[in-house]
Structures are given as C-alpha cells and as structure tokens.
C-alpha cells in the first residue's frame, strides 16, 4: 500500500504544468487588440477623430478642458481650420485687405513718372540756366521745386512777375504729365512789413502762395490737386543774419508729393 503512494506521488512530479498557458493566451488577446486599435487610428480615420473631439468639446461646453497651444482652439484640425475660414476673409465673412499686385504696380508706374518729371524739370533748369534761382530737392515726401521770390515778386508783393510767367507756364506743362497732390509754399525772412494789405509776414507769405496756385488753375491743373499754406518767417533755411541769408530765406516751394 505504501509502495503504491510513492508510485502516485513519482507519476505526480513528473506531470507538466500547463497553468501559464491561459495568461499568456490572454496577453496575446490584448496585444492583437492593441494592434488593431492603432490600425483603426490611423491617418485615413483622422476626420472620425476630429468629430470625436469636436462632440466631446461641445459636451463638456468649455474651452479649457481641450486646452491647446493655440490659445484654446476647438480641438480640430488645423487643415479643418483652414477648410472652414477662408484665408480671404476674416471669421465675420469680411473681406481681408490683402497686398494688391495692381496696387503696387500703380506704386511703382507713379513713382516712375514722378521720377521722370523731376529729370525733365532739372533738364530744364539746366538749359535755361536757372540754377541760381529754381532748386530741386529730393523729399521724403515728394519733389521740392524751390522758386526764389526774386524772379518772382516785388519786395513787399504778391503779384507775379510778367517776365516769370514763362517760367511757371513750362513748369505747368511738365506738372500736366503727372497727376499727384501739390502743395504751394510761401515763405518770407524776417524782417517786419507792416502795411494796409499784409500786416505780417503771414499774409504775405501765404498771398503769394496763393497766386501761384491760382495761375497753375488757369493752366489746367486741376484745383482738387492743390492746395497752398503761408508759412511766413517762422521756417527759415538759414538764419536771417546775412542779407544773403534771408533773401534765401524769401522763396516760394511747389511739392509733388509722392501718393
């Protein structure tokens, strides 16, 4: 009877233990699971996910628990984004001022023309040898033509000289080709005038700018491009220390300014 326990008991220990099978079966399960999970997930399914997102959002009603680095987006994404909101318009359906090729190819064309005006207008102070009296500058704003009130006034007048009216009637010309806003300037030095017509400089100063935009307007330019201001003592180029000084300081500007 004993011998037949230790019998049992030898058949026993040899047996293999087949018990880790079930687990093991089991990690496989999850692993193949997983795989088809990831497989599920991938980039032809991103829409489906995107919904997913966007429902969860709209359920939980709150930005921050979809937090992102955009600022709190709605969790799309960002090719959705840009399928929903055109890059022509804002988000009110507006249209968005975007750079103009056409605006800039006017830019440029202007600005050619203006160039081309200010070579003609030196050409022609070159020629007639008016150097010593017409200056042209180059303006942030625009093209300075600088007239000194010698070849155009009497001491203590605004009206235009005859034997200068030739001179402005070629400048009009040359303005004609161009059709960018004018300013007219009037300065003065500072030396007091005190009549029954200009009791300052002020008046005086602007009459005189006021002459030259009134004889442009009979030359065809048109007076929605003009406009004149009298500046009178108070924006010298030198000090008015010198007679050579102030009579520097006596002129009249015409401003092509740049559009």
């Known amino acids: 009877m004993a011998r037949r326990k230790r019998h049992n008991h030898h058949e026993e220990e040899e047996h293999i233990d087949e018990t880790w099978l079930i687990p093991y079966s089991d990690l496989l399960t999850l692993l193949l699971a997983l795989f088809i999970v990831l497989f599920s997930m991938r980039v032809e399914d991103k829409a489906k996910m995107d919904a997913l997102m966007e429902s969860l959002y709209k359920a939980f009603n709150t930005v921050s628990v979809f937090d992102t680095n955009s600022g709190g987006q709605t969790p799309s994404s960002s090719s959705n984004t840009m399928n929903k909101v055109s890059p022509q318009h804002n988000p009110n359906g507006n249209p968005k001022q975007l750079p103009n090729a056409n605006q800039n190819t006017a830019v440029n064309e202007n600005e050619q023309k203006l160039q081309e005006f200010m070579k003609k207008m030196q050409a022609y102070i070159d020629q007639n040898q008016l150097n010593a009296e017409i200056q042209l500058t180059q303006l942030q704003e625009g093209i300075q033509i600088t ?79 003009l406009r004149y201001v ?21 002129r009249v500007n015409i401003i092509v300014l740049r559009k």
Do not use: C
Request: no cysteine; net charge neutral.
């Open 230 to 250: 009298g500046y009178g003592e108070y924006k010298p180029v030198y000090p008015n220390d010198t007679p050579a000084h102030r009579e520097a300081n006596r």
């Open 147 to 225: 007239l000194k009130d010698r070849i155009i006034f009497d001491s203590g007048s605004e009206q235009l000289k005859p034997n200068f009216l030739p001179i402005l009637d070629n400048i009009a010309k040359m303005l004609q080709t161009i059709d960018n806003p004018i300013i007219i300037e009037g300065h003065t030095d500072n030396q007091p005038i005190h009549s029954a017509k200009f009791p300052s400089n002020w008046e005086l100063s602007g009459a005189r700018a006021l002459s030259v935009v009134h004889y442009l307007q009979t030359k065809q330019i048109n007076p929605a491009r």
